[in-house]
């Protein structure tokens, strides 16, 4: 008969057993995950990352933590959670992941803003019962991509002044007393140097929401009202085409202003662009329980499955963009970006019996990091 002393032996041989057992498999795990991972061109590992049912962290790599910004005493204190990592559009993917697939993705960095390195995840589930990531990175392309944002941010800024100056000597001249022919060549300047703008404006917040991010200012603020005043700029851009606006209920959230109307902008006119000009685009503004809604529908040929999960990626533009071609491709990376800053979530869904619709969500209450 076996004392105290022995049982208490061999129940530590028996747990550390499993405990090196555990740690064996979860080595030929993320093994599996990584041969899978490397066919991807350009990455190599970062580490691992390992949840429980809830989302909560119970485990990841210095690397990945040093990524995104987080520590290892966040983890340990059980505060960090997959929805500090990874945007919900992302998440909600991963849960519909087979396993051993790989997912391209971004990483979020503590700010929010998408880290500025391209992310590949493949999944697959732990020993323990747990959901578990590989995570991977492109860092090759990470100098690159920092030098890219320098770059954009300077130019950016140096085109702003001399366009200003053109856009205001040009309509100075307009309040002359003009032939009309030189008053149609005045009208094209300001339209050509207000369209430059817009893509001096894009590239600024490109290179923001690469970086630190982009600030917002806000405070409540009645969604209906922004979108009918977006929407009036809308209709005198785009004479001959028809912009429908319904509201349903009370759709008042903490916004920024002119960051939300940005937004709608992008996507009223993104919906224009690929949709014929015989068809009308549909916007709805709606309340909820929790959250105010902007749906924006147009009946354009419906996104092809293959391009559904880059189609918020910069520096991509849609095959049948019409006749308003000329922008860089900015635009949904830039939306997302702003509506992952209010806290809230886009999706999109596209066939050819209800049309394209991109979904946004503003949460009616503010967020404590807000």
């Not at 999706?347 to 009616?364: A, E, L």
Request: with cysteine; net charge positive.
């Amino acid at each position: 008969m076996k004392g105290p002393g022995q049982r208490s032996r061999h129940a530590h041989r028996y747990t550390l057993r499993r405990h090196l057992g555990h740690r064996r498999a979860q080595r030929g795990l993320f093994s599996q995950l990584a041969a899978a991972a490397r066919k991807q061109p350009g990455c190599v590992v970062l580490g691992g990352i390992e949840w429980d049912q809830s989302g909560r962290v119970v485990s990841a790599s210095d690397a990945v933590l040093g990524v995104s910004g987080h520590t290892q005493q966040l983890v340990a204190s059980g505060d960090l959670s997959m929805h500090q990592l990874f945007s919900e559009t992302t998440l909600e993917r991963l849960r519909t992941l087979p396993p051993g697939q790989v997912l391209d993705c971004e990483l979020l960095a503590r700010s929010r803003a998408p880290v500025p390195v391209l992310l590949c995840v493949a999944l697959a589930s732990a020993p323990t019962g747990n959901s578990q990531a590989l995570v991977l990175s492109s860092a090759s392309l990470n100098l690159q991509l920092q030098l890219d944002a320098l770059i954009l941010g300077v130019v950016s800024h140096e085109l702003r002044t001399p366009l200003n100056v053109i856009s205001m000597a040009a309509n100075l001249l307009l309040s002359d007393d003009i032939s009309s022919a030189q008053r149609r060549t005045l009208q094209r300047i300001t339209t050509a140097s207000r369209h430059c703008d817009r893509l001096v404006s894009d590239l600024l917040d490109f290179t923001a929401a690469r970086g630190s991010g982009i600030t917002l200012l806000r405070g409540e603020r009645d969604l209906h009202a922004i979108t009918a005043q977006a929407l009036d700029d809308v209709r005198v851009t785009w004479p001959g085409r028809t912009v429908e606006h319904e509201r349903l209920g009370t759709a008042v959230s903490f916004l920024d202003e002119d960051r939300v109307a940005q937004i709608i902008l992008n996507l009223v006119n993104n919906a224009l662009q690929h949709s014929p000009p015989t068809t009308k685009v549909f916007v709805e503004t709606r309340g909820e329980i929790e959250y105010a809604v902007l749906t924006v529908t147009n009946f354009g040929p419906p996104i092809p499955a293959e391009l559904m999960p880059q189609l918020f990626a910069p520096l991509r533009r849609g095959e049948s963009a019409g006749q308003r071609r000329g922008s860089l491709g900015l635009g949904l990376f830039i939306v997302r970006h702003l509506v992952v800053a209010h806290d809230g979530t886009i999706d999109v869904r596209s066939n050819g019996s209800d049309g394209t619709r991109f979904t946004v969500r503003f949460p009616k209450q503010p967020s404590t990091a807000a």
